[in-house]
């Protein structure tokens, strides 16, 4: 469902992080794009300073209807058993929920009330995506979006279902990672200021948020917390990395932590949906993609709150070599995914 741009070349270390704070907010500024970030960006307070298990009480929901579970029951109903028992693989896990501009909002309030209530009944936490900015992918595969006052008004009404329950949601990717694509000149300068206000509507609701932190191979760490900084992040539980993406852990959780030191330690959690035999050198649909490990939440002791599945495993990312449209099923992808899986 979402488009992302990989940016390979320079890697960013720690060292090649200090030697670009400097410059950092003459970048901003000239980008439109917020001052640098300070270690004093993350106020103290709820949702920073919860534990995980008060952030994904349960731990994460996985979520009964999904297209995986959709496609797990036809695999089994015309006897293709075998089939059937890979994808089980990945229906069997809590993965993400995307909400969209493709559900009207009365019955984007009734989903989010059955959702809520299924996982309220299971005892676990589900993990919810907004994706549907104005300007969405800057014209990409996954183009869309609302207007300002409609966007407005639609994350109220999800921020005022989740008011009281347990949730999690993480907060349009790409949206701030993409922003230094020319076909994105046209959002960039209010983009972010939009941002801030949407996590400011979720942390009065009381609900935890992570935002947009591309990935590690995007945009150098220091400019990213910059942006996450102009982007309201001192309302949030931090950020999140690699969705629909495909970097290795390791490689995602030291850009994550540079950018985190950035920011004062605020928290992160990684897409690790189709990272299991990392990046393959293409971001669409790539058949060399494997299932990363099963998502979950972790011990609390450092900066990583989870990995998850954030990227739902068989969903396309695009029309591309002759995949289906992006967010439809695919099936072949998610066969080649979980049998990639255990080859390693």
Not at 234 to 255: K, L, Q
Not at 275 to 300: K, M, R
Request: proline share 5%.
């Amino acid at each position: 469902m979402s488009r992302v741009n990989v940016r390979f070349g320079r890697r960013w270390s720690r060292r090649g992080v200090l030697v670009i704070v400097a410059a950092c907010t003459a970048v901003s500024a000239l980008l439109g794009l917020g001052p640098a970030a300070t270690a004093a960006t993350t106020p103290t307070g709820w949702p920073g300073s919860a534990s995980n298990a008060e952030v994904f009480p349960g731990g994460l929901w996985t979520n009964p209807q999904t297209l995986a579970s959709a496609a797990t029951a036809q695999l089994t109903a015309s006897g293709r058993t075998a089939d059937a028992a890979l994808v089980r693989q990945i229906s069997s896990q809590p993965s993400a929920t995307w909400l969209g501009d493709w559900w009207s909002p009365s019955l984007l309030s009734s989903k989010l009330r059955g959702m809520l209530a299924a996982s309220a009944a299971a005892g676990s936490t589900p993990v919810f995506v907004t994706y549907a900015i104005p300007d969405r992918d800057c014209g990409g595969y996954s183009a869309g979006g609302f207007g300002d006052a409609a966007y407005l008004q639609w994350n109220q009404t999800i921020a005022a279902s989740l008011h009281g329950h347990p949730a999690v949601v993480l907060m349009e990717p790409d949206s701030i990672a993409m922003l230094g694509d020319a076909r994105c000149a046209a959002v960039a300068g209010a983009r972010l200021q939009l941002l801030a206000q949407v996590a400011k509507i979720f942390f009065d609701a009381g609900v935890p948020v992570y935002l947009d932190g591309g990935n590690s191979h995007w945009v150098a760490p220091a400019v990213m917390a910059a942006r996450l900084s102009t982007a309201g992040v001192r309302y949030t539980r931090g950020f999140f990395t690699n969705v629909a993406n495909f970097s290795r852990v390791d490689a995602e959780r030291s850009y994550a932590d540079s950018v985190s030191a950035l920011l004062g330690g605020t928290h992160f959690v990684i897409d690790v949906s189709r990272n299991g035999a990392g990046w393959q050198g293409v971001w669409c649909n790539p058949p060399g993609a494997a299932l990363g490990q099963n998502p979950h939440v972790s011990a609390g002791t450092t900066a990583l709150d989870a990995l998850l599945w954030v990227k739902n495993p068989g969903v396309s990312d695009g029309s591309c070599n002759g995949s289906p449209a992006a967010g439809a099923w695919f099936e072949a992808s998610a066969l080649s995914l979980v049998r990639n899986r255990g080859a390693r």
